[in-house]
């Protein structure tokens, strides 16, 4: 039973950090990547898409994207759905590619996207918290249901705490390199 509540909270930690690391790539830092666009959904025909279900999207130079609809009539559709995101980009239309070039960072904004950053890490970090919260509840409630010794409890609780602190410092680790990658000039 111990094992199954650990294991539980060992997955649910692990989806706090992948989805940490998730949301890290949609952070812009000045050099073009696909997973820019990952939130970008577009309307088509009636329903919400996407964006890279509808076109190939490549990074032909560092600072250039390039998003190529499978269907060239979505075209209008991408280019609003792209100016409307909160990317932050704006797209040039030749009628069959469209083209995002990503502009220098300054330094102003690579001290915000550092503070969007940590907090991002910082909601990660909460995951992996609550994940350790929920399981420490659950020990406590089978060693009141006397299904558990206090001992067991305890090695338990500790086992958990150290799965605690290796998913945390993951999850800075990541963080120190999204950070150099930032504030890389």
């Known amino acids: 039973m111990i094992e199954e509540l650990l294991q539980d909270a060992r997955e649910r930690m692990g989806k706090a950090v992948e989805s940490t690391r998730h949301e890290f790539g949609s952070v812009r830092t000045g050099r ?19 964006l890279k279900q509808l076109a190939t999207i490549s990074a032909p130079e560092a600072r250039l994207l390039s998003v190529q609809p499978f269907d060239k ?4 559709a991408i280019e609003k759905a792209i100016m409307e995101s909160d990317v932050g980009l704006t797209p040039n239309n030749d009628g069959n590619v469209i083209r995002l070039s990503i502009p220098e960072l300054t330094e102003e904004r690579r001290r915000q996207l550092v503070k969007v950053v940590r907090n991002i890490a910082e909601d990660g ?6 994940a350790r919260r929920d399981t420490m ?7 009141d ?7 067991d409890e ?20 990541f963080l120190k390199h999204k ?3 930032i504030l890389e000039v």
């Open 73 to 76: 009539s979505s075209i209008k």
């Open 154 to 173: 305890h090695r338990a609780e500790a086992e958990l705490q150290k799965l605690t602190d290796e998913k945390v410092g993951e999850l800075d680790t």
């Open 125 to 130: 970090r909460i995951g992996i918290r609550n």
């Open 137 to 143: 509840q659950d020990l406590r409630e089978l060693r």
């Open 32 to 50: 073009a990547t696909p997973a820019l666009l990952d939130r970008v959904m577009v309307e088509y025909y009636g329903a919400s898409t996407p």
């Open 179 to 181: 950070e150099e990658e």
């Open 145 to 151: 249901a006397g299904e558990v010794g206090a001992d």
